[in-house]
C-alpha cells in the first residue's frame, strides 16, 4: 500500500484525480496528460552521492498511484546503515547491486522510518542479502507494519482493488454517476497497470517488519561515524522516525517530508507542524526527504508547517461556526500553496487535491471536535 494506493482504492471516484498520457476523447477539448515516471521502471532511480560515504537512492516523484519512497545508504568504518528500502523488491535488489559497488562492508541496520509499505516491503531483500542486518523501528511503526499495512500488501488487495475499478472505465462513469474526465481516466488506467505489476512482486516478496523498536532516540556507531535515529513527535504517521548523522549535518526525514506536496492520509495534522519546527535543532545542510529531490535547507519544510497551520486554523474556525464537514471542505481555500508547490503540474495538483487537501481537512476536522486522535484512517 500507499497513500496514493489507498485513495485509488477509496475515492477513485473523486474526478480529481490525474494520469498519464492517456488522449482525451473525440471532440473533448482536454489535452492529453503526460505520463509521470513510475517507480517500477530501473531507469527512474538513480544513486546520488551527497555526502562522504552516504548516498541517496532516489526515486520519482510520488505523484501516481503506486510511489516508492526514497532510500539512503549510510556508509562507516565497519558497517552500513540504509534508511527504509521502498516498496517494490525488484527495486530493493537493484539497490543492493549498488551498495555492493560502493562498499564490501556490511549493511548492519535498516531503519524504516514509518509503517506505510512503500517504505519498507524490500526488507525482505535486505534481509536476504544482509541476514546479520537488525530491521529498526519505532513500536508505533513496528505494530502497524504487522497490523494496519497487511490488507494492502496482499495479491488479494491488488486483485480486488483492479477489479473494482476496471467497470468504470468500461462504463466511463465514475461512482458519482458523472462521466470519468480525461485525467481521472488516464490515472484510473496507470493504476490498474501499476497495481497488477505490484501484485506480481508481492507474490514472490518476503516480508520483513521492523524487528527492533527504540522508544526516542537510538545511536549507533559504525567505527567512527555517528548515526542518530530520532522520534521527534507525531506528524505524518504516530511513529515518524528521522536519522541524523552528525558529522555530514545530514538529515533523512521519511515523510515528514514529502515533495512535491505532503501526504496526509491518517496523518495528525495539529502535530505534524510542531514535529516539523524541531528538525530546525539540527542545523541540516543536506535533508533527504521521504519522497522528492535532496534539500539543502528547510524552506520546503517550512512552506509545508505553514500550509499545516493555515488549514488547521480554516478548519478550527468552520467548526467553531458549527459547519459540517462537507460544508468545511467547500469553505478551506488552498490555492495559493497549491500554485507554489505544484506550479501548474496536472499529476501535481490532483495528488495535492486527494492524497493532501482532502484528508488532511478530514483528520482537521476530526482533530477540531475530539482532540488528539488515536487512530490513522
Not at 462521466?179 to 484510473?188: E, H, K
Request: glycine share 10%.
Amino acid at each position: 500500500m500507499t497513500v496514493h494506493a489507498l485513495v485509488f482504492a477509496a475515492a477513485v471516484g473523486c474526478g480529481e484525480v490525474a494520469h498519464p498520457s492517456a488522449a482525451a476523447p473525440p471532440g473533448s477539448a482536454e489535452p492529453p496528460i503526460p505520463t509521470p515516471a513510475v517507480p517500477a521502471d530501473p531507469a527512474s532511480w538513480h544513486m546520488e552521492r551527497v555526502a562522504d560515504g552516504i548516498y541517496a537512492y532516489l526515486g520519482p516523484p510520488g505523484v501516481t498511484p503506486i510511489v516508492s519512497g526514497n532510500s539512503v545508504v549510510i556508509i562507516g568504518d565497519d558497517g552500513v546503515i540504509v534508511v527504509d528500502t521502498g516498496q517494490l523488491p525488484s527495486i530493493a535488489r537493484r539497490e543492493i547491486d549498488e551498495i555492493r559497488k560502493l562498499t564490501d562492508r556490511p549493511v548492519r541496520y535498516v531503519v524504516s522510518t514509518h509503517w506505510h509499505p512503500d517504505h519498507w516491503v524490500g526488507n525482505g531483500e535486505f534481509r536476504r542479502a544482509y541476514p546479520g542486518a537488525t530491521f529498526v523501528a519505532t513500536p508505533n511503526t513496528r505494530a502497524m507494519a504487522r497490523t494496519k499495512a497487511q490488507p494492502f500488501i496482499s495479491i488479494a488487495y491488488t486483485r480486488n482493488t483492479i477489479a473494482a475499478v476496471r467497470p468504470m472505465l468500461d462504463k466511463g462513469i465514475g461512482p458519482d454517476g458523472k462521466p470519468l474526465r480525461a485525467i481521472t481516466r488516464a490515472y484510473l488506467t496507470l493504476g490498474i497497470a501499476q497495481l497488477d505489476e505490484y501484485g506480481g512482486e508481492l507474490a514472490t516478496a518476503q516480508l520483513a517488519p521492523p524487528s527492533a523498536t527504540f522508544e526516542d532516540a537510538l545511536t549507533v556507531w559504525l567505527g567512527k561515524r555517528e548515526v542518530d535515529v530520532r522520534f521527534l513527535g507525531r506528524g505524518n504517521t504516530g511513529g515518524d522516525a528521522i536519522v541524523w548523522v552528525p558529522d555530514a549535518k545530514l538529515l533523512a526525514t521519511g515523510d515528514l517530508i514529502v515533495s512535491p506536496y505532503p501526504y496526509a492520509i491518517g496523518s495528525f495534522i495539529g502535530e505534524w507542524s510542531d514535529t516539523l519546527d524541531r528538525l530546525d535543532e539540527f542545523g541540516a545542510t543536506t535533508i533527504i526527504p521521504g519522497h522528492g529531490p535532496v534539500m539543502h535547507d528547510l524552506s520546503y519544510a517550512h512552506a509545508v508547517r505553514d500550509l499545516l497551520r493555515d488549514l488547521q486554523a480554516q478548519v478550527k474556525t468552520a467548526v467553531a461556526r458549527g459547519s459540517s464537514l462537507d460544508d468545511t471542505r467547500a469553505a478551506i481555500k488552498l490555492d495559493a500553496a497549491q500554485a507554489a508547490l505544484c506550479k501548474g503540474d496536472p499529476w501535481c495538483k490532483n495528488g495535492f487535491a486527494s492524497v493532501f487537501a482532502a484528508p488532511a481537512v478530514a483528520r482537521a476536522y476530526r482533530e477540531a471536535k475530539e482532540g488528539p486522535l488515536h487512530d490513522e484512517d
